[in-house]
């Protein structure tokens, strides 16, 4: 039959174009739809690569200014340029682009450019994505849905489009001058890694959330650790606040009016206001209910263990299933799926192994379960909590902010979370991941050798910490 194939994926982002790969070194036939004109899905083009480059070259500039003396380095009339800070950024999406243009080549996957509409269980309409006219017809055997998320609006008031003042991710990494003021709400991984960009850059910034804490999903001592870092940056931090109106006032301004518990309204001016609260799925034009794919009340497709949706034959991966929306996530999850198709046993996914990473300065990094999570859980733990300012790495560094803590079972001395805040912890939480993927005790990282002088050193000292209550360095 004519374009028939063995799997076919809707969308390209980390989860779609690693599991095409994947299947294609399996021997199956496989084709990808893409609504947009480049492959790489959101992470690439408008997430995780842009604001990563924008993350490093405003931290270059913020360090320059603030430490190079310290190190006897010095300059004359330092300043940026955004437009070639964006140019590079631009830059390292289009040659990762055409990495996964290359890879997509090399493994013989076809590429539909449209929107995959689902006409039968088998059987996918391919519209064109501005008109919407169908354009061709493709069979297959199994398909992964990886559609990814969008950001989630504020209901229930209009504020769009005042004079674009209302803005989201996509538009804050690809802003052409950086705004005096800038109100973000959310104080979720997005809206402080944005809010630390723009504060870097020379911009006063207002984190607003409505939860009594920042990055409220991540252990407690994470969120009070990053809002004292924050606030040492002159970012304004204010919670438990909910957004009750955004308008436009006078000389261009965006106000933001916020309620507290009691009733008492808040005002806050800015040049933008980014909103950061979260993402939806996409699931727009799929037309699931055509062959009776189940979503939740948040629009998210349920699948079980093994991501296959109520239709057998149909998986989902990503964002577009809920659950942390990380890149990472997405590619585990479309792995599993192949090596499902492809007849393979497989335990289920251990989410709660999948590490977390903010990228401010410092960096910020979890994975296994919080201490809430564990109380909830009623298990007996120890922690060990050992501070980057007693390791001698972090000295000559320049960032002694931080600290790594471990918690343990109490009884049996398995590893059950680690978090961590420091220079390097999105690298540094590896060690913590591998550990507990094969149940390490705290003894066991105490027994490894930790090089000298490193930032890992902070795992050897938290996990003596746990097991004998007693550090070397403290």
């Given at each position: 039959m004519k374009n028939l194939y063995d799997i076919v994926i809707?969308?390209?982002?980390?989860?779609?174009?690693?599991?095409?790969?994947?299947?294609?070194?399996?021997?199956?036939?496989?084709?990808?739809?893409?609504?947009?004109?480049?492959?790489?899905?959101?992470?690439?083009?408008?997430?995780?690569?842009?604001?990563?480059?924008?993350?490093?070259?405003?931290?270059?500039?913020?360090?320059?200014?603030?430490?190079?003396?310290?190190?006897?380095?010095?300059?004359?009339?330092?300043?940026?340029?955004?437009?070639?800070?964006?140019y590079r950024k631009n830059k390292i999406i289009e040659n990762?682009?055409?990495?996964?243009?290359?890879?997509?080549?090399?493994?013989?996957?076809?590429?539909?450019?449209?929107?995959g509409v689902f006409q039968s269980k088998n059987i996918l309409s391919i519209k064109?994505?501005?008109?919407?006219?169908?354009?061709?017809?493709?069979?297959?055997?199994?398909?992964?849905?990886?559609?990814?998320?969008?950001?989630l609006k504020i209901k229930n008031f209009n504020y769009h489009n005042i004079n674009n003042k209302v803005i989201y991710s996509t538009e804050a990494l690809n802003m052409n001058n950086i705004p005096k003021k800038l109100i973000i709400i959310g104080g979720g991984i997005i809206g402080i890694e944005l809010g630390s960009i723009f504060s870097r850059l020379g911009s006063k910034i207002t984190i607003i959330d409505s939860i009594d804490r920042i990055i409220s999903n991540m252990d407690i001592s994470l969120s009070k650790g990053v809002q004292n870092i924050l606030?040492?940056?002159?970012?304004?931090?204010?919670?438990?606040?909910?957004?009750?109106?955004?308008?436009?006032?006078?000389?261009?301004?965006?106000?933001?009016?916020?309620?507290?518990?009691?009733?008492?309204?808040?005002?806050?001016t800015g040049d933008y206001c980014l909103v950061a609260i979260g993402r939806v799925p996409y699931t727009k034009h799929l037309e699931l209910e055509n062959i009776g794919i189940k979503t939740n009340e948040k629009g998210f497709i349920i699948v079980n263990d093994y991501l296959q949706s109520s239709v057998e034959n149909i998986y989902a991966i990503g964002?577009?299933?809920?659950?942390?929306?990380?890149?990472?996530?997405?590619?585990?999850?479309?792995?599993?799926?192949?090596?499902?198709?492809?007849?393979?046993?497989?335990?289920?996914?251990?989410?709660?192994?999948?590490?977390?990473?903010?990228y401010t300065y410092p960096e910020v990094a979890s994975v296994g379960y919080?201490?809430?999570?564990?109380?909830?859980?009623?298990?007996?733990?120890?922690?060990?909590?050992?501070?980057?300012?007693?390791?001698?790495?972090?000295?000559?560094?320049?960032?002694?902010?931080?600290?790594?803590?471990m918690i343990s079972n109490k009884k049996t001395d398995e590893i059950l979370g680690i978090h961590i805040i420091g220079e390097h912890a999105g690298d540094m939480i590896m060690e913590g991941t591998v550990a507990m993927e094969f149940y390490s005790s705290s003894e066991d990282i105490y027994r490894i050798c930790h090089p000298h002088p490193t930032l890992s050193e902070a795992f050897k000292e938290a996990a003596l910490l746990n097991f004998e209550n007693r550090s070397i360095h403290m």
């Open positions: 809707i969308g390209s982002g980390p989860g779609g174009y690693i599991s095409a790969i994947r299947a294609s070194q399996l021997g199956f036939k496989i084709a990808i739809i893409e609504k947009h004109k480049n492959l790489g899905g959101t992470c690439l083009n408008v997430g995780c690569i842009p604001s990563k480059s924008l993350l490093e070259s405003s931290k270059r500039f913020f360090l320059s200014e603030k430490y190079s003396k310290s190190h006897g380095i010095f300059f004359e009339k330092l300043h940026f340029d955004l437009e070639k800070m964006m990762l682009n055409n990495g996964i243009n290359y890879l997509i080549k090399k493994n013989k996957i076809d590429i539909y450019k449209g929107i064109n994505s501005i008109s919407l006219k169908e354009e061709i017809k493709i069979h297959f055997k199994f398909c992964i849905i990886s559609t990814g998320s969008k950001p606030k040492k940056h002159s970012i304004n931090i204010q919670t438990s606040l909910s957004i009750s109106d955004i308008t436009l006032g006078k000389n261009e301004e965006v106000v933001v009016t916020a309620k507290n518990f009691q009733g008492e309204n808040f005002l806050f964002d577009v299933i809920g659950g942390k929306m990380l890149a990472h996530k997405a590619e585990e999850e479309g792995l599993h799926v192949i090596e499902h198709i492809n007849g393979k046993k497989l335990n289920k996914l251990n989410y709660h192994l999948i590490p977390s990473v903010i919080t201490e809430n999570e564990i109380i909830n859980k009623k298990i007996k733990y120890n922690i060990g909590i050992f501070p980057m300012k007693s390791l001698g790495r972090a000295h000559t560094n320049g960032c002694t902010d931080g600290f790594l803590k």
